[in-house]
């Protein structure tokens, strides 16, 4: 019997197997706190990010990268690296930033005592809110940009901790989950694709938060850029989403955003930011 087709007979109760085959399986736990001791890094800037790469990530590189290129000095900050897969989460000093250990975290040291920021969708918000930028004036668009904001808070984790997950992830392929969260995966597409075909962006007319909450997951995934799924979610299906994805994509605070904290791969990379001439020197 193949391996997909075997059933399972969940015990009376479960016990956590350290090592199951898949690519976290290292550092997933199913406890909180610390794992060690190590204090964060903290630079000259009043944002100090902790974060990688991923699209959790680039949602708030992406608005400081925004807030910057809109002209707000006092949104500079200093970026450094959780590489999430040696447990860098697990120390004492980004447990006490975020309790539930996942990236990214921001401190704010404008303020005394300094403001701790963890979820990447309360900390759009909270960066938009101190800058007034990127979220609508206009009662229903203000309304409309919320909404898709938290729509993605609670679609992507069908997105990454499912169809991510066991297409990309898992120790073998299994073909009942890979199809369940395929489908919803392709639902959220198609919700988002009827959205955009009447909507230049989530919100309306204007660029916002929402849209840099959405496009790291469901723009990078369309234009290939995410579990090497393009071919097969058939994206092309998807024009109005994929123009969305292309017009967002070529914004220069997106491409300047992406890169950061990123340490891996081919594509242009930054470990840390520390002033905009990093940025530039990598995209080089």
């Known amino acids: 019997m193949s391996k997909e087709k075997e059933s399972y007979t969940p015990p009376k109760v479960w016990k956590w197997e350290k090592e199951d085959g898949s690519q976290f399986s290292k550092t997933n736990r199913p406890t909180s706190g610390p794992t060690h001791e190590q204090a964060l890094p903290v ?43 040696d447990g860098d989460q697990f120390s004492t000093g980004f447990v006490n930033v975020n309790p539930n250990s996942k990236i990214p975290a921001l401190m704010d040291h404008s303020q005394n005592p300094p403001i701790r920021l963890f979820e990447s969708g309360s900390i759009l918000q909270y960066l938009a809110e101190k800058f007034e930028r990127f979220v609508p004036e206009d009662p229903i668009a203000r309304a409309e940009c919320n909404n898709w904001l938290f729509w993605q808070v609670g679609s992507a984790p069908y997105l990454g901790g499912g169809f991510g997950h066991f297409y990309a992830y898992a120790p073998y392929s299994m073909k009942y989950p890979i199809d369940r969260f395929t489908m919803e995966t392709k639902r959220q597409l198609d919700v988002l694709d009827k959205h955009l075909s009447f909507n230049e962006y989530m919100a309306g007319d204007e660029y916002s938060i929402a849209d840099m909450a959405i496009w790291p997951w469901y723009g990078n995934l369309v234009l290939g850029k995410l579990y090497n799924a393009a071919e097969f979610l058939q994206v092309e299906e998807y024009e109005h989403l994929m123009r969305w994805a292309k017009q967002i994509a070529e914004r220069k605070a997106v491409k ?29």
């Not at 949104?75 to 959780?82: G, T």
């Not at 950061?260 to 530039?280: C, M, P, T, Y």
């Open 256 to 284: 300047h955003g992406i890169i950061v904290n990123r340490f891996w791969g081919d594509e242009a990379q930054l470990k840390e930011r520390h002033k905009a001439s990093d940025i530039d020197k990598a995209l080089k």
């Open 43 to 85: 630079g000259d800037h009043d944002f100090q990010l902790y974060s990688m790469a991923t699209p959790n990530g680039q949602k708030v590189t992406i608005m400081l990268e925004e807030l910057l290129s809109a002209g707000e000095k006092k949104a500079n900050y200093d970026a450094w690296p959780i590489s999430i897969g």
